[in-house]
């Protein structure tokens, strides 16, 4: 119940997905136990997941200090282009532009790892009888479309970026995306097992988020079986 307050509270407040994350992982083990979903009931764990998975993954605050850097080091290229920076201060920019790299990088994976976390937490609730009708009158179904959509996307901007260049970094983001997806489509057939919550799924436009991820990339993979599953399911309306 502590480490749920602390992060409904700091999420309102302050984005720091470092911190909360730690807290969100271990709200995430209790949502798999099943003798604690009464509390995290209770406690309107699925309203928390809910501001988390459809608000800005941001820190304006934070995203305006990287924007401010970002401006030094361009003032400092165009000086540096122009042969107005010494020797020390080449190091300097040197310097700053790794900082800056590794800053903004840690800052997203930070935000995706609290994304995934959520989504995982979502995977364990949507098991619970108990959950999936209150899921559902949130707005869930609604969420889960525009994820799997969005997971869709990215695959095939990122199988197009693989073609075009050497190495294993496009392959792995292709696969961790595919991934993703597939607990997303896994948590909307959970849901659906619903039977009162169909109708309302369909009208989040769930089942045609399915029929859209079906592509023949898909074909006879475990995805198109979730796909299929989850599609069958919402006719059975």
Known sequence: E????????????????????LGLTDVMKCSADPEK???????E???????????P??????????????????????KRRNRQLDYVQKKEMDKKEHLQARDWVQWKADFGRLALVSLLTLQNLSCSPLFRPVLV???FGAVLAALIRKLSRAEKHLNFLAMMQTGQMMAMLVTEVGEQQLVAL????NI???????????EQGLAEAAIQAQTPALRNSPRELECVRLVCNLALT
């Open 2 to 21: 502590e480490k749920f307050i602390l992060i409904r509270n700091t999420w309102s407040t302050e984005r720091l997905p470092e911190i909360q994350l």
């Open 186 to 189: 896994k948590t909307a057939y």
């Open 45 to 55: 764990l699925h309203d928390m997941l809910y501001t988390i998975m459809t608000g």
């Open 57 to 78: 993954m941001v820190d304006a605050e934070r995203e305006e200090e990287l924007v401010e850097r970002q401006r030094e080091i361009d003032d400092m290229a165009e």
């Open 192 to 202: 659906s097992l619903d039977l009162e919550s169909r109708v309302p799924l369909v």
């Open 37 to 43: 979903l009464p509390l995290l009931l209770k406690l």
């Open 137 to 139: 009158e949130k707005g």
